[in-house]
């Protein structure tokens, strides 16, 4: 009771406070949802109900006429062009896992000549908009006969200077001494990697694994400028071509949107779970 009784109660200021936080957090979830939760339901909504005035929020007569009229369409090989949007993202996802993770390993835990140059020269790269070296891939993929093939999207992307920043920032804070202990039991370079490093690695593997994906998913340039075969093209051409020729039909164009929006948004919700928990993890250890 005595220990209670120490305690202090909020004070006013104290409360007040907390509750303005409360309130300017609910603000910009608010802003942040209403415009998606919008879409969604306005891609339930007939046309006709789309440009009455004043708009409805929540459609007064629910259709899925919309969506039909994408899977009905048979100038679409919508499933194919998911599959090609899929394939090409997880393919791309792994790749940079992989080459990021080990390079920032090396960057991390070696010392060699040249070390400090060869990093200097992919922190720059970061700096360098996609537009300027967009020619210069055209010509790589050109030379290697990629063009109209889904390999066009894969090697130019296989290397990320931003994952390997991100890795090697990571990679430094875990101890030498682990490192130390697994090559006195025998251990490879390879297998200090896989088995010491990788293991603790969770979080920011999923971090730019989200990033890796998300950009792969929107790409819309370069898919554009190397694919010409309309079973070739990803999501974003797709739906680019669907409004073109659907400019009237809005509600095709919204449901359009939120069918390649929806795998994003399940990968996102995932893995960000997925991170929560790693993150714990690895502050309990």
Not at 129 to 148: A, E, M
């Amino acid at each position: 009771m005595a220990a209670n009784s120490n305690r202090k109660r909020p004070t006013l200021a104290f409360l007040l406070g907390k509750s303005g936080a409360y309130i300017v957090l609910l603000i910009g979830l608010a802003a942040t949802l209403l415009p998606f939760i919008y879409v969604v339901a306005a891609s339930f909504k007939p046309n006709i109900e789309l440009r009455q005035t004043p708009p409805t929020f929540f459609p007064e007569e629910f259709t899925l006429e919309n969506y039909s009229n994408i899977f009905a369409d048979e100038r679409i090989p919508l499933e194919r062009n998911l599959g090609n949007s899929l394939f090409v993202s997880l393919v791309r996802v792994g790749i940079t896992l992989f080459t990021s993770s080990f390079a920032g390993f090396i960057f991390a835990k070696y010392h060699f000549k040249g070390k400090n140059l060869a990093f200097g020269i992919i922190l720059v790269q970061i700096m360098i908009p996609f537009q300027v070296v967009l020619i210069p891939n055209y010509l790589l993929v050109v030379k290697l006969g990629l063009i109209d093939t889904l390999r066009a999207l894969i090697v130019p992307a296989m290397v990320d200077a931003f994952g390997i920043f991100m890795m090697k920032q990571f990679i430094e804070s875990i101890p030498n001494e682990l490192m130390d202990a697994a090559r006195i039991d025998g251990a490879s370079e390879f297998g200090i990697y896989r088995k010491i490093i990788l293991p603790q690695m969770g979080p920011p593997l999923a971090s730019l694994g989200i990033f890796t994906f998300m950009a792969t998913w929107n790409d819309y340039l370069w898919p554009l400028i190397v694919l010409t075969s309309p079973e070739k093209r990803t999501i974003p051409l797709l739906v680019v071509w669907f409004q073109t020729q659907h400019s009237a039909n809005l509600g095709s164009i919204l449901a359009a949107s939120i069918l390649t929006l929806l795998p994003i948004f399940l990968v996102y919700v995932f893995l960000q779970r997925w991170i929560v928990d790693q993150a714990s993890q690895s502050a309990f250890k």
